[in-house]
């Protein structure tokens, strides 16, 4: 490398969902979600609730990705969030010490940020809890990090298997953690009424004693399958 990186790398203004693609989105089960999205834009699995009765949230992200072992980048990503936005924090799933605790949390708090989401390690659970936000990682460790450099916040990041961008939508439930991209608000919107419709419908038929789905026993029946026995 010719020259050391910029300690920071920050991007404060991008595009951000409306408040009318917001309220539409809240108290929607992130299944519903996936579904308007043919099946995909979950994080990974492992990134899961520190506390299963308190991790909904709808909200645009505000991305960071520090170095190894750093989160200097986190604290720029504080700064540059409004209220109502969520932080995701990418550490290219590195293990060795939390990227946030209690004392972080608790700033986002006060700066109006209602979620936190990592596909890192957090730290000090008994103080986070009290501080009231949600909070998804991959889980718990007490060793800390330092504000050394470099990182970014406000760019794109790879986060649990997903393409994020600073300003995409959010939506979070016990289930996981789904993103909507931008070019995706407007088709999910217009594609949730038939999802609920679609789910409302079978929910029904299952009420009243189906068993299966639709055409399985066609399948079974026809020359597409191969009986063994």
Same mark, same amino acid.
């Given at each position: 490398?010719?020259?050391?990186? $910029?300690?920071?790398?920050?991007?404060?203004?991008?595009?951000?969902?409306?408040?009318?693609?917001?309220?539409?989105?809240?108290?929607?089960?992130? /299944?519903?979600?996936?579904?308007?999205?043919?099946?995909?834009?979950?994080?990974?699995?492992?990134?899961?609730? @520190?506390? $299963? &009765?308190?991790?909904?949230?709808?909200?645009?992200?505000?991305?960071?990705?520090?170095?190894?072992?750093?989160?200097?980048?986190?604290?720029?990503? @504080?700064?540059?969030?409004?209220? /109502?936005?969520?932080?995701? *924090?990418?550490?290219?799933?590195?293990?060795?010490?939390?990227?946030?605790?209690?004392?972080?949390?608790?700033?986002?708090?006060?700066?109006?940020?209602?979620?936190?989401?990592?596909?890192?390690?957090?730290?000090? %659970?008994?103080? *986070?809890? $009290?501080?009231?936000?949600?909070?998804?990682?991959?889980?718990?460790?007490?060793?800390?990090?330092? !504000?050394?450099?470099?990182?970014?916040?406000?760019?794109?990041?790879?986060?649990? /298997?997903?393409?994020?961008?600073?300003?995409?939508?959010?939506?979070?439930?016990?289930?996981?953690?789904?993103?909507?991209?931008?070019?995706?608000? &407007?088709?999910?919107?217009?594609? @949730?009424?038939?999802? !609920?419709?679609?789910?409302?419908?079978?929910?029904?038929? %299952?009420?009243?004693?189906?068993?299966?789905?639709?055409? *399985?026993?066609?399948?079974?029946?026809?020359? !597409?399958?191969?009986?063994?026995?």
């Amino acid at each position: 490398m010719i020259k050391d990186p $910029p300690l920071l790398t920050v991007r404060r203004n991008f595009p951000r969902p409306s408040e009318t693609v917001l309220r539409a989105l809240r108290s929607v089960p992130t /299944g519903f979600i996936v579904d308007c999205m043919n099946g995909r834009g979950a994080l990974d699995y492992l990134i899961k609730p @520190l506390d $299963p &009765d308190n991790c909904k949230f709808v909200a645009p992200v505000v991305t960071c990705h520090p170095g190894p072992g750093d989160n200097l980048a986190v604290f720029a990503a @504080l700064e540059i969030a409004q209220r /109502g936005d969520a932080i995701f *924090i990418a550490t290219d799933t590195f293990t060795k010490t939390a990227v946030a605790g209690d004392n972080m949390m608790a700033m986002g708090r006060n700066r109006g940020v209602i979620g936190f989401v990592t596909d890192g390690l957090m730290r000090d %659970i008994d103080g *986070i809890l $009290p501080v009231g936000l949600p909070a998804f990682c991959r889980g718990i460790t007490p060793n800390s990090c330092t !504000r050394n450099g470099p990182g970014t916040a406000g760019m794109p990041v790879v986060m649990g /298997g997903i393409c994020v961008d600073a300003g995409e939508i959010a939506v979070a439930d016990q289930d996981g953690v789904v993103v909507i991209p931008h070019d995706q608000f &407007d088709h999910v919107c217009a594609t @949730l009424p038939q999802v !609920r419709e679609a789910e409302e419908n079978l929910s029904r038929q %299952i009420r009243l004693g189906l068993d299966n789905m639709e055409g *399985i026993r066609e399948l079974l029946d026809s020359d !597409r399958t191969e009986h063994v026995d």
